[in-house]
Nanobody, 133 residues
Framework: EVQLQASGGGLVQAGGSLRLSCAAS????????IVWFRQAPGKERKGIIG????????YYTDSAKGRFTISINDAKNTVWLQVNGLKPEDTAVYYC??????????????????????????WGQGTLVTVSS
């Protein structure tokens, strides 16, 4: 089973950019769907953007379109979240999460991850992004 390690957060001025990483250990992301979530102070955790490890298909929420990009490396062991034009409201702890796509429809799997994050079993530890105005 894969383990996840999120990194790359920090303090950034508004308008800046960050690239967050979600590294896999114990397995690759080839048989997983991966979703980036974020949780702002006092708010619930929400999915932003996802990717299917096997074929790189990307899934964006409306809030992610335009400033967020997800990608995966050729080795299928790192997923990146690129965020441009950071705003103070992007301040949150960012988490990556994964679900296996073995014997599952990948599109249904990733859709379920967005709708029911409480049911996801594999989470990275979170990385804090703070955007100053």
């Amino acid at each position: 089973e894969v383990q996840l390690q999120a990194s790359g957060g920090g303090l950034v001025q508004a308008g800046g950019s960050l690239r967050l990483s979600c590294a896999a250990s114990g397995d690759t992301f080839d048989d997983y769907a991966i979703v980036w979530f974020r949780q702002a102070p006092g708010k619930e955790r929400k999915g932003i953007i996802g990717i299917i490890g096997r074929d790189g298909s990307e899934y964006y929420t409306d809030s992610a379109k335009g400033r967020f990009t997800i990608s995966i490396n050729d080795a299928k062991n790192t997923v990146w979240l690129q965020v441009n034009g950071l705003k103070p409201e992007d301040t949150a702890v960012y988490y990556c999460a994964a679900e296996t796509t073995i014997r599952r429809d990948p599109e249904i799997t990733i859709g379920t991850m967005f709708r029911a994050p409480h049911a996801i079993g594999l989470w990275g530890q979170g990385t804090l992004v703070t955007v100053s105005s």
